[in-house]
């Protein structure tokens, strides 16, 4: 059963993705990788894809709470650092 209250520090790490205006965002209690494209500058499209290190998912983590929380990092990023 998720909780609903904010994730601990440190716990997402965003950086730039494997492919051209991608932003990658590691869930690291569970090492899963969560990929966004950017489609203009300041968006990112719907979509999205997770690479889990473990079976599992994302642990007793909800993953539409994960998701959000990373789509959130990961847009605040596209918007900093601009397309690739």
Excluded: C, W
Aim: hydrophobic fraction near 40%; proline fraction near 10%.
């Amino acid at each position: 059963m998720a909780v609903d209250r904010p994730f601990p520090k440190g716990t997402f790490k965003v950086e730039p993705g494997p492919g051209n205006r991608e932003v990658s965002v590691i869930f690291k209690p569970t090492q899963s990788t969560i990929v966004f494209t950017s489609t203009r500058p300041g968006e990112l499209a719907s979509e999205y894809r997770v690479h889990h290190v473990k079976p599992g998912l994302f642990g007793r983590f909800d993953e539409a709470a994960v998701v959000g929380a990373a789509r959130e990092l990961a847009l605040a990023f596209v918007e900093k650092v601009g397309p690739r």
